[in-house]
């Protein structure tokens, strides 16, 4: 991820949910995008040479990664990209030894939940006002078959 990528996407993701429902600023997703931390690396998703959107996983949490964010940008999604990135995170974050994937999704993101069950995560918890009060934050698993 560089600086000005991460401006950019900070820009546009914070006029989308679940980024706009909570009032997030384009200052705040640029920082924490552009943001360097060694077990929670930012990628971002160039599509034909265009800047699509970004990842974050954290490589080490219950026995396996947690995907911390996935944005993809408008004129890019239902595409396959968000899909396209899943698998990537897979693959990338499993590595083999991960007995488990997580990511969690705002209950108002009805996109984004169903969206991760069509990727074979479970509902395994809900957090309530997680991030803001009145919102739960759905906790998802998927297990991998360890190698």
Sequence with gaps: MTPSAAQSLGAALARIDPWAHYN???EALAEYLAGDEADAPRFKIVVDGELAGAIVYRRNWLRGPYL??????????DRGIGSVAVLWFEREAGGGRAQN?????SDFNVR???FYEQHGFVRVATIDALVAEGVSEILFRKRLTVR
């Design 112 to 114: 984004a939940l169903a």
């Design 24 to 26: 997030y600023t384009p």
């Design 101 to 105: 994937l997580w990511v969690a999704a």
């Design 68 to 77: 911390q964010f996935l944005g993809i940008l408008p004129a890019f999604q």
